[in-house]
C-alpha cells in the first residue's frame, strides 16, 4: 500500500518568507509526527498529532513554528519568517494507535533551503 | 541526503565482512530501542528492534545487542552488500514513551565491492 507521502520534496525560499509543508499519513493511522533533521545531525522531534491533536509540541524550536492536522488525516507545518537556521530535511512519520510504542513510518522528507 | 553524511562517524568495510554499528543511548528509563536505517533521499527506514527485557534479538542478517548496564546498543550486520551503505540510526523511546523517539546522531556505512 501506499507509505507516507510529503510535498513538496524540496523547497528553497528567501529569508523572512512564511513557508507550508504538506504531509499525507498512511491511511488509517492516527498518529503523526514532525521531526527536523539538519546538517550532520539525528532527527530531532519537533510535535506528535493524536488524531486532530497536538498533545505534546514540545519540539517545536519557536513560536515561527506552527502545525495542524484536519480530518485526522493531512498534516501541514508552517514556519513563519523563515531564518537560515531553519535549513533543514523535515521529515513526517505516521503510525496506528495503541497500547505501547508502535512503529513509525517515515515519508522522504522535504528539504528547506533558506537563502 | 548526501548533506546528512558529513560529520558523521564512518565505518567503511569490505563487502561479505560483518559490520558492528555501536549507539551509546542517554535515558535509563527508556524501554524499546530501535535501528533504523536511512539511504540518500529517503526517510529512516526499520531495521529491526528491542525491548529493555532482552539482551539480544536477531533478524535476517541482523542482530541487535543491548547492554542496559552502560546504555549501549549495537547493530550487526552479516555478510554485509553494497545494498547495506546508508546512514544509521539508534533510537530510543524517551524515558519509556509510547510515541516520542530521541535518535542519535547516526553512523555512515560504505561497502567497498
Known amino acids: 500500500g501506499a507509505g507516507v507521502s510529503q510535498s513538496p520534496s524540496n523547497k528553497v525560499t528567501e529569508k523572512g518568507k512564511d513557508v507550508e509543508l504538506r504531509c499525507d499519513p498512511i491511511?488509517?493511522?492516527?498518529?503523526l509526527y514532525w521531526y527536523r533533521q539538519s546538517l550532520g545531525q539525528g532527527l530531532e522531534f519537533l510535535i506528535y498529532?493524536?488524531?486532530?491533536?497536538?498533545?505534546?509540541k514540545s519540539g517545536l524550536p519557536s513560536d515561527r513554528f506552527s502545525a495542524e492536522r484536519t480530518g485526522g488525516s493531512v498534516s501541514t507545518l508552517t514556519i513563519q519568517r523563515t531564518q537560515q537556521e531553519d535549513s533543514a530535511v523535515y521529515l513526517c512519520?505516521?503510525?496506528?494507535?495503541?497500547?505501547?510504542?508502535?512503529?513509525?513510518?517515515f515519508g522522504p522528507g522535504t528539504r528547506l533551503t533558506v537563502l | 541526503g548526501e548533506s546528512v553524511g558529513l560529520h558523521l562517524p564512518t565505518l567503511s568495510v569490505q563487502e561479505g565482512d560483518n559490520s558492528i554499528i555501536n549507539c551509546a543511548y542517554s535515558?535509563?528509563?527508556?524501554?524499546?530501542f530501535i535501528w533504523y536505517k536511512q539511504e540518500s533521499g529517503k526517510g529512516p527506514q526499520f531495521i529491526i528492534d528491542?525491548?529493555?527485557?532482552?539482551d539480544k534479538r536477531q533478524g535476517q542478517r541482523v542482530t541487535v545487542l543491548l547492554n542496559k548496564t552502560v546504555k549501549h546498543l549495537s547493530l550487526q550486520i552479516a555478510a554485509t552488500q553494497p545494498g547495506d551503505s546508508a546512514v544509521y540510526f539508534c533510537?530510543?523511546?524517551?524515558?519509556?514513551?509510547?510515541?516520542?523517539?530521541?535518535f542519535g546522531k547516526g553512523t555512515l556505512l560504505t561497502v567497498n565491492p
Open positions: 491511511s488509517g493511522h492516527t498518529a
Open positions: 512519520a505516521s503510525s496506528q494507535y495503541g497500547v505501547g510504542y508502535n512503529e513509525q513510518f
Open positions: 528491542i525491548r529493555s527485557n532482552m
Open positions: 535515558n535509563s528509563a527508556s524501554d524499546y
Open positions: 533510537a530510543e523511546n524517551s524515558g519509556g514513551s509510547n510515541y516520542k523517539l530521541t
Open positions: 498529532f493524536q488524531g486532530n491533536s497536538a498533545p505534546d
